[in-house]
């Protein structure tokens, strides 16, 4: 545990009946961090975000925050404030009323609530919003408002279960900004659980790869991104083409391509980015070029995925996304044959 860890699992562990939903897991998390949980339906992200809630009991491990193990309090003995997927607002409550049901549990002095609701209808960009009820809101603005009501008494760890989940794309982009930019204006501590890798690369100082109650990876968004630790990793976060290759003395032959690489004789599979090959600019004489036939385009505006077929890759196929201030119109056409360059730093193989 580091010096500046605020949240600490030790070896948690979770069964429900015979099914093992985590195992082992083991994660500290600073002080301030925005940390995501991400990984595919049922990897145990909510559970774990639920054990750390108190709102499920671990099979075994222990949970510490701020120093102390919390592992057998109680939801209410601890301190956090919790969004959830659907908007758990209570519907026959004003905003107002909603904001303050943390603060009157507390025993907080009325007209002490009525500022503080007041303030955090503003942070949340609703001022003005507090004789409104739930039914009255969008979908975004009853987030706003469960937000609100999560950090009402000023919480040490803010908890977010998939709550952008139910938005549509536009207000999902909106609200994810707005959280990331409350939370770094608050400090405060706050993990949300995610099955969207865009939502997670863009918000969290660091994500936590999970796949089948286990964690994959923990890293920063570009850790993650550009050095996935394992083909899981690297397939769920980002697009990325896989290729087979071969690995023999001491070379990876992956099609045309030959790159030093340790280990003995194996067969491979080779990672690649689709923006790791590029149209442009190729010089007379560079390394890792080769030819490959447009098979098909999605023009997306600024730049365009194109599918293509190559012969130095036994005519497996791969999506590059090619930026258009390089490319003539002609010379992207189906059929027409592109010289394109590998950015061999870049490959991943495994
Ligand atoms: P999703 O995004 O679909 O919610 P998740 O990664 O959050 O997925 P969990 O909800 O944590 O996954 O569930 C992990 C596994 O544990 C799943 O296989 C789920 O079916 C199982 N599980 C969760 N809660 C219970 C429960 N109360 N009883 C039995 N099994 C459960």
Redesign the pocket.
Known sequence: MNHDTFLNLRHIR?E??G?T??QDINLDIRKGEFVCFL??????????L?IIAGL?VQTAGEVHQGGRDISRLPPAMRDYGIVFQSYALFPNLSVADNVAYGLVNRKTPKADIKKRVSELVKLVGLPGSESKYPSQLSGGQQQRIALARALATSPGLLLLD?PLSALDALERVRLRQEIRALQQKLGVTTIM?T?DQEEALSVADRIVV?ND?AIEQVGTPMEIYREPASPFVADFVGKVNVLPAHVSGGELRFGALRLPCDGGDRDVKVYLRPEDVLARPIADGDAHVFDATIEKIEFLGSFCHVHVASPAFNSHKLTVYLSLNFLSEQSLQIGSTLKLKLLPERIKVF
């Open positions: 979770k429900f009946g099914f939903a985590l990984g595919p339906s049922g990897c145990g992200k909510t559970t774990l639920r499920e998939e659980v099955h999970m109650g």
